[in-house]
């Protein structure tokens, strides 16, 4: 499957955020947590993928654990290469 989503990605032009995704989907779910975590993990991922906590929506209000990866990834990037943290 992994083959095949590389390849629509290539043919779609948007190769760079599939390989996120492809890359995402061979580790463990970042908002995966503990039985006594998991409404912290929920309301974290509802956070990065529509603002609801007064955080910056990083996924633009979509409701896709993939687009928030890709976002949370490229966030991670984009302040990794300006020194943040």
């Given amino acids: 499957h992994a083959a095949k989503l590389l390849l629509y ?11 996120t995704i492809t890359g995402c989907l061979t580790l463990k779910s970042p908002f995966s947590a503990p039985h006594d975590h998991r409404d912290a993990a929920e309301a974290a991922r509802l956070a990065l993928s529509a603002g609801g906590t007064g955080c910056h929506p990083l996924a633009g ?3 896709s654990d993939h687009l928030v990866m ?5 966030g991670w990037r984009q302040a990794h290469s300006t020194g943040g943290s």
């Fill in 9 to 19: 990605g290539a043919s779609f032009g948007c190769l760079d955020p599939v390989l």
């Fill in 61 to 63: 209000g979509q409701q």
């Fill in 70 to 74: 890709v976002a949370a990834y490229n």
